[in-house]
């Protein structure tokens, strides 16, 4: 099974529209990501969380918000979805215990915007 | 601030020798990564430093220089299956975040 996963992995909806991406992860680690990726843009960083009770803004949060349900479980909303947020989203995970960082992916959800 | 930057494309020949570097402006460094990601997947991690210098894993070695803000992933007896983008990130001391750059496209042709 795979320790990080994304819920779901494809998805389209339209202008306007309240979407939910969810992310669980059963690595045990406390840091969660969201990034977008876009032809050209590489990952951008939306929103980060070291633990339940700390949430922060990435380099282009506006538009988004996310919710640490519990330590397993990072989502990310899209309040009223635009076009212009059509992209990847790559959920990830890091543990701050091992000293080196290094962040496990999820496989990504499309999200389509019409 | 950050900006990271990289080469968009690159193209090597199979068996051959590739060397993608990557700078970074940063208000507080803090650690530098490599990931590597195949059309349409996730990325995967390949290496991290944070003292100046080289650090060799198999077929792949990855240098830091603090001082000038460079960094470069090196790639020997390249593979078919070497073909992706290659991700550089930077780790910043405020908040502790991770940002990346553009990546690298690499496509090794026989």
């Known amino acids: 099974d795979a320790d990080v996963t994304q819920t779901p992995r494809n998805r389209i909806t339209k202008t306007g529209k309240r979407i939910m991406l969810e992310c669980s992860q059963t690595k045990g680690h406390d840091r969660m990501y969201w990034y977008r990726q876009d032809p050209g843009l590489g990952l951008r960083l939306i929103y980060y969380s070291f633990d339940v009770k700390d949430i922060n803004k990435g380099e282009i949060s506006d538009g988004y918000s996310v919710s640490r349900q519990a330590q397993a479980k990072f989502s990310l909303s899209l309040e009223s979805a635009i076009p212009n947020q059509t992209a990847l989203y790559f959920c990830a995970t890091s543990d701050s215990g091992t000293g080196d960082y290094e962040q496990y992916f999820g496989p990504g959800t499309r999200l389509t915007v019409t | 601030g950050q900006n990271i930057d990289q080469p968009t494309e690159m193209t090597a020949t199979e068996g051959a020798i590739v060397q993608i570097n990557c700078t970074y402006q940063t208000s507080g460094f803090n650690g530098l990564f ?26 792949f070695s990855s240098f830091l220089s603090r001082s000038k803000g460079y960094s470069y ?7 078919m299956k070497d073909s992706a983008s290659y991700l550089c990130a930077v780790r910043e001391i405020s908040y502790d975040k991770v940002i990346f750059g553009p990546g690298t496209s690499l496509s090794v042709i026989p």
């Open chain 2, 73 to 79: 992933l090196l790639l020997k007896e390249l593979q």
């Open chain 2, 34 to 59: 490599w990931y590597q990601q195949h059309a349409g997947e996730a990325p995967t991690f390949l290496s991290y430093n944070v003292l100046d210098g080289l650090e060799e894993k198999g077929r």
